[in-house]
């Protein structure tokens, strides 16, 4: 890594001398030293130089170069004139456009670290240029500032975090305010979720479903749910990310009238004795009624094997007996009235 830092920085040597600013070499043999000109074409002693790679010196995350300095995002544009546009609209420029703010969360040098060196270098290694092998740190850069939203502990927690997620596969940082999407995401919402749960999308697409609306042209009509309704994609505690560790209270949410209160739950129902929801049902998408996990009694005979023997004419609940299968005020067998 050395050999390509020291290869690098002679090409970069050349460049810079040729384009008015140099790199020099200290007199003690220590680490090069950037240099700018000022008007009076005077070298200026910049700063030194630890190499290409931010991971090069511990507590460099913001920049592989010692006290960088900031340049202010005016100066950003000068060379990446394509991207000013868009993002002068976006919410990011103008949550960063707050002169009060220290200057590490001030316009571009907020996201990418003080420009000072890489102006000098044109090195990639000099800011953050968000397109590391490790998505760890290139993540912390955004929970600087989101941190109300999730904390380093919780998303790291998170079996986003664990499978290598990055903020920016999910959201553009420059996209402009008039963009179809909030939250400067880069598709409709549950489009995003499923171009990696593309198991979860099929789904979606069974008989019987959530109505979670894939294709609006094919759906103009359907009412709309989110995968974000039931899944907290920053912060949510168990591998399935779930808004509620409690399934029952995450489903009553919507479904509020199967609580009751009944004179006789069924215990499958009951907190603390049985499973949940998700016993019975489930929760994307089912080719059977209600979107059940299995069809008519089978349901039932998860539990009730003592059962196995008993033949009801159609299903536990609509042969006239178990109608009442999430409580009853009447019976303790869940008879209907």
């Not at 630890?50 to 170069?65: I, K, L, N, R, T």
């Not at 949550?95 to 000098?120: I, T, Y």
């Not at 996990?293 to 178990?322: E, K, S, Y």
Request: net charge negative; hydrophobic share 35%; proline share 5%.
């Amino acid at each position: 890594m050395r050999f390509v830092a020291q290869f690098l920085l002679v090409i970069t040597t050349g460049w810079l001398i040729y384009a008015g600013c140099g790199v020099l070499c200290r007199a003690d043999g220590g680490a090069p030293v950037a240099a700018v000109t000022d008007k009076s074409h005077e070298l200026i002693p910049l700063l030194p130089w630890h190499g290409e790679s931010p991971y090069w010196q511990s507590g460099q995350e913001f920049s592989a170069v010692v006290d960088s300095p900031f340049t202010g995002s005016s100066y950003c544009v000068e060379c990446h004139a394509s991207l000013a546009p868009g993002f002068l609209k976006t919410a990011h420029a103008r949550s960063l456009n707050d002169v009060k703010m220290p200057l590490d969360r001030q316009g571009c040098e907020g996201c990418h670290g003080a420009g000072g060196a890489h102006a000098a270098l044109l090195s990639r290694g000099a800011v953050f240029a968000f397109d590391w092998k490790d998505p760890t740190k290139h993540n912390l850069i955004c929970l600087r500032c989101h941190e109300w939203l999730t904390t380093q502990a919780e998303w790291e927690h998170t079996s986003h975090a664990r499978g290598g997620i990055r903020c920016t596969d999910c959201h553009d940082p420059h996209v402009p305010a008039d963009h179809d999407q909030r939250f400067l995401l880069r598709e409709r919402p549950d489009t995003l979720c499923v171009n990696c749960h593309q198991d979860i999308g099929h789904d979606f697409f069974r008989m019987r479903r959530h109505p979670i609306v894939l294709n609006v042209e094919n759906s103009p009509s359907a009412r709309a749910m989110h995968c974000t309704d039931c899944h907290d994609v920053h912060r949510g505690g168990d591998f399935r990310m779930l808004a509620d560790d409690n399934v029952r209270d995450l489903c009553l949410k919507c479904h509020i009238e199967k609580d009751g209160p009944f004179r006789f739950p069924h215990l499958a129902m009951a907190e603390g004795v049985g499973g949940s929801c998700l016993d019975c049902h489930l929760p994307h998408g089912s080719d059977n009624p209600w979107l059940l996990v299995a069809d008519g009694r089978q349901v039932c005979l998860q539990c009730h094997t003592d059962q196995i023997d008993h033949q009801p004419a159609l299903t536990c609940w609509t042969a006239g007996c178990h109608e009442q299968v999430h409580g009853s005020n009447e019976s303790v067998l869940l008879m209907g009235e």
